[in-house]
């Protein structure tokens, strides 16, 4: 499979200038919950109106503010974590022409500086995009900083071979400047930017763009850590062990294939598990079901119950969770720039149906002391069309479908917890289990069940309220391998589809079964099958070089 030209980086890595990390760092951000925005496209201002950007292939006019008169819907769904798109001086996409300038289509630095300063009082971090492999078309003497502005430092133009690394770590995408990240001097200077754009704004955490067009070295020298992602576990497992996270785009393929009624559950266990034996630390992996490079999840599969569904694995799964602006209101824009709408012609809607689900998974998630560990357990009971699993020693228990919301039923499952007390939060209903450990609950419309231990609306929240943001921490970083929106995965074969077994969920042949500290799997016979058929930051540990910003550049 064809891997496209841009890659991601995630949070839970880290950016390290030295050495000294803190290690509470890595715990909070596998303990957070992100929300991905295209900075231009969330709102313009208090006041938006509800008429849609004519141009989704252009800039549609959110700023900055627009973003920060909006904090209070984006936290309204729990979360505790924001992701910006590029904000440096660029053309359209990412198209980088003066690292140290800001992007005025987006406002001014201290309009971004107010942005960041209103998240951290609420709790809530901040993540920046930034690309270092490449910069925008254009006059190369314009660019910024020195030595960006000279032909020595960027490689020799060649077009891509993707068979080959050294061909993609050297050569052009898409005809743009290919830094020359091996040269000393350019090295120095990405250096020096870094630190200053990091303590500049104040950033929680990093993504990176076009990780693997640059050389593993780079990244160590650059940054300490990363992780990244791509659809084979291997190939970033590579890149988690010399940095720190990634993408799951592992994860990616069985999740959709199984939520959108075209691949099974024993799929999504086996890459779970692979995926656990794999990875130096696959609870910092940022666990995604679409986003602005992978048309809509529901261009795809327009069935907002089955949607809820693999939201549910993409919250409340191993995983950092991280959900694209939109999810919410049901946008189903097909492939870039489709899946590129604007926020406000949803006029915020906080009572959406798919708003509300994910506020009360949140919720959940909140409620286990937001998973941030690596102890997923399988709850399998023979059903092709139930996934169910447990957090946090069984205080989270989530059981999810792929029927559709034609699904009405009443639906029992051994989560070994005997007369465990639950309380479902998407219905706020309360459910027992039996003195054997089984429990009984309403499944409506096909929606997911979430339990929470505990009885009552609203189940008690283990997590503490956000700490205070540290005067001066190291971002942790992300990187993701997304694939073309093109692409699709191997349709499954006939063997794909089986249902597993009531005894055990069996890892494919290329994953070792994981061990008893990995994933664990409980299976349960009381339901018969229905007939229906379906990656620690470290800090800066030395101080940021002090310089002043070369003079801001007209376009």
């Not at 209103?118 to 078309?137: F, L, Q, T, W």
């Not at 949607?307 to 950092?320: D, E, F, Q, T």
Request: charged share 20%; with cysteine; glycine share 10%.
């Amino acid at each position: 499979m064809k891997v496209s030209t841009s890659l991601f980086t995630f949070l839970a890595a880290a950016l390290g200038f030295s050495s000294g990390a803190q290690a509470a760092d890595a715990a909070a951000w596998k303990s957070r919950n992100i929300y991905f925005i295209l900075t231009d496209r969330i709102a313009k201002g208090p006041d938006d109106g509800t008429a849609g950007c004519g141009d989704l292939g252009q800039y549609c006019g959110g700023t900055f503010k627009g973003i920060e008169s909006k904090l209070d819907y984006i936290q309204g769904m729990g979360f505790d974590a924001i992701w910006l798109t590029p904000v440096v001086e660029s053309k359209f996409k990412s198209l980088v022409l003066d690292l140290y300038a800001i992007n005025s289509h987006y406002g001014t630095a201290d309009d971004l500086k107010s942005l960041i300063a209103a998240a951290h009082s609420r709790g809530m971090y901040m993540m920046a995009d930034i690309v270092a492999n490449h910069m925008g078309a254009g006059n190369i003497a314009e660019f910024r900083p020195e030595p960006l502005n000279q032909a020595s430092g960027y490689n020799t133009k060649c077009e891509i071979n993707y068979n080959d690394q050294n061909s993609v770590e050297n050569c052009w995408i898409a005809g743009l400047p290919d830094i020359a990240t091996k040269n000393p001097a350019v090295r120095t200077a990405l250096k020096t930017w870094i630190q200053w754009f990091v303590k500049e704004y104040s950033w929680d955490g990093l993504r990176l763009d076009t990780v693997k067009h640059v050389e593993k070295d780079f990244w160590k020298e650059f940054l300490g850590r990363l992780r990244l992602w791509d659809p084979n576990p291997e190939y970033l497992a590579d890149y988690a062990r010399n940095m720190g996270g990634v993408l799951d785009y592992g994860i990616y393929y069985p999740m959709n294939n199984f939520y959108q009624q075209k691949g099974s559950v024993g799929d999504l266990i086996a890459m779970h598990d692979r995926i656990g034996n794999t990875f130096p630390d696959a609870a910092a992996l940022g666990t995604f079901l679409d986003n602005h490079d992978n048309a809509r999840w529901l261009s795809k599969k327009g069935d907002t119950t089955l949607l809820k569904n693999c939201l549910a694995y993409v919250i409340l799964s191993r995983g950092i969770p991280i959900v694209y602006y939109g999810t919410e209101q049901a946008y189903a824009g097909g492939n870039d720039p489709a899946n590129r709408e604007d926020l406000w012609r949803s006029g915020f809607n906080t009572n959406a149906d798919v708003y509300k689900a994910i506020a009360a998974m949140s919720k959940a998630r909140k409620a286990g002391g937001g998973l941030p560990d690596n102890d997923q357990t399988h709850i399998t009971n023979g059903d092709a069309t139930m996934y169910a699993w447990s957090r946090a020693g069984g205080k989270v228990i989530a059981v999810t479908f792929n029927r559709g919301g034609a699904m009405n039923e009443k639906y029992c499952l051994d989560i070994k917890k005997p007369n465990g007390a639950y309380t479902d939060v998407m219905t706020s209903t309360a459910y027992t289990a039996d003195g054997a450990g089984k429990i009984c609950f309403q499944v409506t419309g096909g929606n997911p069940v979430i339990l929470v231990e505990g009885t009552g609306e609203t189940p008690t929240e283990s997590a503490s309220p956000p700490t205070p943001r540290p005067a001066l921490r190291a971002p942790p970083l992300l990187a993701l391998t997304p694939v073309e929106p093109t692409s699709e995965a191997p349709a499954p074969t006939s063997s794909d589809v089986a249902a597993p077994t009531s005894d055990s969920v069996s890892p494919t042949s290329e994953a070792p079964a994981p061990t008893t500290s990995q994933s664990a799997v409980q299976t349960s016979s009381d339901t018969p099958a229905p007939t229906t058929t379906q990656a620690g930051p470290v800090p800066c540990g030395r101080a940021p070089v002090k310089r002043a910003a070369p003079p801001r550049r007209k376009y």
